[in-house]
């Protein structure tokens, strides 16, 4: 069965850190193009950022550029997302998606596989 699950949400402070997790179970991320969206509470799912099945293709919201940075290790079979100086407005839910491409996307409609989600709150 075809997984994705995430981890590493949690409370932080304005200007800190956290790393989020996103591990495959059920098959190998080397051919999945990998996604991590947030969905705040009243407002809609959107992209945060995109990293290609080959490591090489980046992509990131304006609102993150700067400060979030993804990455992947296909010889653990799990993408991350590394998130500093985090702001009250990065509260939401944290989930990564999959789809089975090179080149990725930020779009929703893009992935074909969700994890449950992760959250993260940012307050003092």
């Known amino acids: 069965q075809l997984q994705l699950v995430e981890s590493g949400g949690g409370l932080v402070q304005p200007g800190g850190s956290l790393r989020l997790s996103c591990a495959a179970s059920g098959f190998t991320l080397d051919d999945y193009a990998i996604g991590w969206f947030r969905q705040a509470p009243g407002k809609e799912r959107e992209g945060v950022s995109c990293?290609?099945?080959?490591?090489?293709?980046?992509n990131y919201a304006d609102s993150v550029k700067g400060r979030f940075t993804i990455s992947r290790d296909n010889t653990k079979n799990t993408v991350y997302l590394q998130m500093n100086s985090l702001k009250p407005e990065d509260t939401a839910v944290y989930y990564c998606?999959?789809?089975?491409?090179?080149?990725?996307?930020?779009?929703?409609?893009?992935?074909?596989?969700w994890g449950q989600g992760t959250q993260v709150t940012v307050s003092s």
């Open positions: 998606a999959a789809a089975r491409t090179y080149f990725c996307s930020t779009s929703v409609n893009f992935y074909n596989y």
């Open positions: 990293i290609g099945s080959s490591g090489r293709r980046l």
